[in-house]
């Protein structure tokens, strides 16, 4: 009884603010995804009548979903890999409108050259650049991901390039990325083909032109901020970065400092319920 009671209590909770930050942003969160005929890499795997074609997506995460507890316990996912990366030319942004008050604003990343949806090329600056966490994801999971971040209408899927790096906690992100252009450079010094940095994969952009084309960005909660800093911390995101999201000056809010941590332990309270 405890544990039905618990997870009544969490999908009504779950529903409830969904439905009202629906209404508030004027987003459906519940629109299938559509354009799923994109690149993503396919492979075979034995199964019982044979050999059977398996798809899988590359996903960056730079928000809320850097911790792996809100893949898996909040979404219900399994990641079948997850690695720090680094996503250069581009700017963490905070323009997805929220619910004011409660969850003022959502993250996103925005390019920092050119703004078009092309992939990153070779030679990107270094001076804008966003730590996250590439997760290989099935494409049944890969669905559900843009499922619950709404897309197209919160979010639009944006391809991109990112370097994965193993975390050190110090700058190991950054000396994947210069080691990643100073290859590139050789290889056109020598005449040879442009190429591209790092691997090709699928992240997230404020779904409305105009929150895009916004030169001003909304302050989050300290509660998903706190989030971020979870994610950022548990797969060692470089130092710098860490030190930035600490230092991002926080929003106001009535409901104590927000209520992302507070969803998110609650997801893995039922989890651990749940006995997963």
Same mark, same amino acid.
């Given at each position: 009884?405890?544990?039905?009671?618990?997870?009544?209590?969490?999908?009504?909770?779950?529903?409830?603010?969904? !439905?009202?930050?629906?209404?508030?942003?004027?987003?459906?969160?519940?629109?299938?995804?559509?354009?799923?005929?994109?690149?993503?890499?396919?492979?075979?795997?034995? *199964? =019982?009548?044979?050999?059977?074609?398996?798809?899988?997506?590359?996903?960056?995460?730079? =928000?809320?979903?850097?911790?792996?507890?809100?893949?898996?316990?909040?979404?219900?996912?399994?990641?079948?890999?997850?690695?720090?990366?680094?996503?250069?030319?581009?700017?963490?942004?905070?323009?997805?409108?929220?619910?004011?008050?409660?969850?003022?604003?959502?993250?996103?990343?925005?390019?920092?050259?050119?703004?078009?949806?092309?992939?990153?090329?070779?030679?990107?600056?270094?001076?804008?650049?966003?730590?996250?966490?590439?997760?290989?994801?099935?494409?049944?999971?890969?669905?559900?991901?843009?499922? *619950?971040?709404?897309?197209?209408?919160?979010?639009?899927?944006?391809?991109?390039?990112?370097?994965?790096?193993?975390?050190?906690?110090?700058?190991? =992100?950054?000396?994947?990325?210069? *080691?990643?252009?100073?290859?590139?450079?050789?290889?056109?010094?020598?005449?040879? +083909?442009?190429?591209?940095?790092?691997?090709?994969?699928? !992240?997230?952009?404020?779904?409305?032109?105009?929150?895009?084309?916004?030169?001003?960005?909304?302050?989050?909660?300290? *509660?998903?901020?706190?989030?971020?800093?979870? =994610?950022?911390?548990?797969?060692?995101?470089?130092?710098?970065?860490?030190?930035?999201?600490?230092?991002?000056?926080?929003?106001?809010?009535?409901?104590?400092?927000?209520?992302?941590?507070?969803?998110?332990?609650?997801? +893995?309270?039922?989890?651990?319920?749940?006995?997963?």
């Amino acid at each position: 009884k405890t544990l039905n009671h618990s997870q009544t209590l969490l999908s009504n909770m779950f529903l409830c603010y969904v !439905t009202l930050l629906s209404l508030l942003v004027g987003i459906s969160t519940t629109q299938p995804v559509l354009g799923l005929y994109m690149i993503a890499t396919t492979s075979t795997k034995k *199964s =019982g009548n044979g050999l059977a074609r398996v798809r899988t997506y590359n996903y960056f995460a730079y =928000g809320s979903n850097m911790a792996s507890s809100t893949m898996t316990a909040m979404r219900n996912l399994n990641p079948i890999a997850t690695k720090a990366a680094i996503l250069p030319d581009h700017r963490l942004a905070f323009n997805v409108p929220g619910t004011a008050l409660v969850e003022p604003s959502w993250a996103s990343v925005e390019p920092t050259i050119g703004g078009n949806e092309s992939d990153t090329t070779a030679a990107p600056t270094t001076s804008s650049t966003v730590h996250g966490v590439l997760y290989k994801l099935s494409e049944e999971d890969f669905e559900a991901v843009c499922r *619950s971040e709404g897309v197209p209408f919160a979010y639009r899927l944006h391809r991109c390039r990112v370097v994965p790096y193993l975390g050190d906690g110090r700058t190991a =992100g950054q000396s994947a990325l210069d *080691s990643q252009m100073q290859t590139t450079m050789e290889k056109d010094d020598r005449g040879r +083909e442009e190429g591209y940095i790092g691997i090709q994969a699928f !992240t997230l952009r404020a779904g409305r032109k105009e929150w895009r084309d916004t030169q001003t960005d909304i302050p989050p909660s300290r *509660s998903y901020l706190n989030v971020l800093i979870r =994610g950022a911390k548990e797969f060692k995101l470089d130092q710098d970065y860490l030190d930035m999201l600490e230092a991002y000056p926080a929003g106001k809010t009535i409901v104590g400092e927000g209520i992302a941590e507070g969803m998110l332990s609650f997801a +893995e309270i039922s989890q651990r319920l749940r006995g997963n």
